[in-house]
């Protein structure tokens, strides 16, 4: 949605690197950049006007005149500014002291509070909760059905007595739901409301009247967050009709240029805690001010794609995939396969890369992967024996040809992946070896130095009397064993008298701060320097 906008402030930014200090020029150009890429993205004056008053007043401030890099602390105030706009601090629902908590869903018809209630439930749900869904909006044709197909793809129970299509009273249906939560265990209730076309009386009253009936400790609105200024309106209307306490924004994933998530929180004063995504009921978190701004301006969204994974992950396929990955055997085709089982859980791979620092400069690559290619790979592997796939080396001529009618695919495309998986073999032989990241030049005396990461370790290793140090083995388990008792053994000489040798800085070894540095530069295998004999100066 955002894309318009991170591509112009993008653009700004990298105008403002390498200089040494900024000029006041700068700043005006900077602010009045700012300013047309806002709204270009469908921004409301009032708050354009403020934003850019801000950055303004603290570009000129002491904390950019007296900075070592002015322009990143100019991109760090929009940063703050924006994160700021957006809310500030992430919106938590507030539970009712005694369930049930009642959240009632209001906004206009197409908005998607329907599908918004089915998601919600089920977000809920997976945090330990007994959500409930109300069909409350009787008005729209089909309203319950629909809550009912929702409920059922989210897996929660729907409470509806009325039929609907203009049939039974919202405000008792509303009323009785209460006491079904009650006598149900259902600790949280969500109440989806009819919507219209258009702000009117008779919608405002009738959403009112259910309020004042279940006095409802959450009033979401809902607002489709691609109808740009229009929302702000929309917004506004409701706070004064109705009142809610916070907005859910719905189909962030469209392509509108995001102006009332912008927009929203600045007029009406109420948090957006919501945010929609996608059509799938698992597209939907909370909205969280700081990694939309990061997104924004294309830090990426490190954050919530780490939560992403620990939702999705069992943790036992994870601790499997790691005791593989640790383990001396060879990296196979069913070990590649697993993982990228794994990672087709989190979604489409474009909306994951999205995700990462710096991947706006790469958005046409990106939009250009097609996760079909995962499918193809997946039926090649598929349509090999499980003895190819222990030993890609058996796979000759007439097996891939094979292997390619069987999977549907041609000779060039198995022989692509066969190559490719070789590749990535050798990359975690050498990872687990200590070689380091491929690409990472060795450093005398570490793993990974001399070509072959075997010819820097015999040197480093090998004192002035020949003797051998101590082996470091491949198995972090092994590793972290095998320092701990390197870390005995020190303390014991230490106190017996023994000169102590001196520590690398954190990151560099087995430090206090832990290993900061890829696989090979650091860590469990980077040498013990305790174990060396060094030469005596001549």
Not at 292 to 300: F, K, N, P, T, V
Not at 455 to 463: C, I, N, T, V
């Amino acid at each position: 949605m955002f894309e318009t906008l991170s591509d112009r402030l993008t653009s700004v930014f990298s105008s403002l690197r390498g200089k040494g200090r900024l000029s006041e020029e700068d700043i005006q150009t900077t602010a009045r950049e700012i300013r047309l890429a806002l709204l270009e993205a469908d921004v409301a004056l009032p708050v354009v006007r403020e934003f850019i008053s801000r950055v303004k007043e603290r570009a000129r401030g002491e904390e950019v005149s007296k900075a070592l890099n002015p322009a990143q602390q100019v991109i760090k105030i929009v940063n703050e500014e924006l994160v700021e706009i957006l809310g500030g601090e992430t919106r938590q629902i507030r539970f009712a002291k005694h369930p049930p908590t009642v959240i009632m869903l209001a906004g206009l018809q197409g908005a998607g509070k329907t599908t918004l209630a089915g998601k919600l439930a089920r977000w809920l749900a997976a945090d330990r909760n007994t959500p409930l869904l109300v069909a409350a909006d009787l008005q729209r044709p089909n309203a319950v059905t629909q809550l009912q197909v929702v409920g059922e793809r989210a897996g929660s129970p729907v409470f509806a007595p009325e039929p609907g299509n203009g049939v039974g009273d919202p405000v008792e249906v509303a009323r009785d739901s209460i006491d079904h939560a009650r006598r149900n265990n259902h600790n949280v209730v969500i109440i989806d409301t009819a919507g219209r076309l258009g702000v009117d009386t008779e919608m405002m009253q009738q959403a009112a009247d259910i309020r004042d009936a279940v006095s409802p400790d959450e009033i979401v609105f809902v607002v489709d967050a691609m109808i740009g200024q229009d929302a702000v309106n929309t917004a506004q209307a409701f706070l004064d009709g109705v009142g809610y306490d916070a907005v859910a924004l719905t189909k962030l994933d469209g392509d509108a240029r995001g102006g009332a998530a912008l927009s929203i929180r600045h007029i009406t004063g109420r948090p957006i805690m919501f945010a929609s995504t996608g059509e799938k009921v698992e597209d939907f978190d909370l909205f969280h001010p700081d990694r939309m701004a990061s997104r924004i301006l294309d830090m990426g969204d490190v954050l919530t794609l780490i939560e992403q994974a620990q939702r999705t992950f069992d943790e036992a396929e994870v601790e499997k995939m790691a005791s593989t990955m640790a383990s001396d055997d060879d990296f196979t085709l069913d070990d590649f396969l697993q993982q990228m089982a794994m990672v087709r859980k989190l979604g489409p791979i474009g909306n994951l890369l999205g995700m990462m620092p710096g991947m706006g400069q790469m958005r046409e690559q990106i939009e250009g992967i097609d996760d079909k290619d995962l499918d193809r790979i997946q039926a090649i592997i598929q349509s090999m024996t499980p003895g190819e796939r222990a030993n890609p080396k058996s796979i000759n001529g007439s097996r891939r040809l094979r292997i390619a009618n069987g999977s549907g695919t041609q000779v060039s495309d198995v022989n692509s992946l066969v190559t490719r998986f070789f590749e990535a073999q050798k990359m975690m032989r050498k990872m687990k070896s200590g070689g380091g990241m491929p690409g990472m030049p060795g450093m005398p005396g570490m793993p990974g130095a001399g070509g072959g990461g075997g010819g820097g370790r015999k040197k480093g290793r090998k004192g002035k009397k020949g003797k051998k140090g101590k082996q470091r083995s491949g198995n972090p388990l092994k590793a972290r064993q095998q320092e701990a008792e390197r870390e005995a053994e020190r303390k014991r000489r230490q106190e017996e008298g023994g000169q102590e040798m001196p520590q690398l800085p954190p990151g560099l070894g087995g430090g206090a701060g832990g290993s900061t540095l890829p696989p090979g530069l650091g860590g469990p295998n980077m040498p013990d320097l305790s174990d060396f004999e060094f030469p005596k100066d001549k």
